[in-house]
C-alpha cells in the first residue's frame, strides 16, 4: 500500500542522479516540470469548467500552484 507520508521523500536513486546533474540542468528540470504542472492544471480547469473564461482558468491555476487551493 502507498504511504502517503512518503510523498516528500527523494528517492535515493533519483537524488543520486539529481546530484551528478550542474546546477544550471537541474534549474532547467524544474522549471519544465513547472511548466507541465502549468500546462496541466490548465487543461483540466479548461475541461471541468468549459464556462470559464480564459482568465479565470488562469486565475485557478495560480491559485492551485500557489497552494490556495481552498
Do not use: C, N, Y
Not at 542522479?17 to 504542472?37: I, P
Not at 496541466?40 to 479565470?56: G, I, Q, V
Amino acid at each position: 500500500m502507498l504511504d502517503l507520508r512518503r510523498l516528500d521523500i527523494v528517492d535515493h536513486e533519483v537524488a543520486r542522479v539529481l546530484r551528478a546533474k550542474s546546477g544550471m540542468e537541474r534549474l532547467r528540470l524544474a522549471h519544465e516540470a513547472w511548466e507541465l504542472a502549468r500546462e496541466r492544471l490548465t487543461a483540466f480547469f479548461s475541461a471541468e469548467h468549459p464556462e470559464w473564461e480564459r482568465d479565470e482558468v488562469q486565475r485557478q491555476v495560480a491559485k492551485r500552484l500557489s497552494r490556495e487551493s481552498g
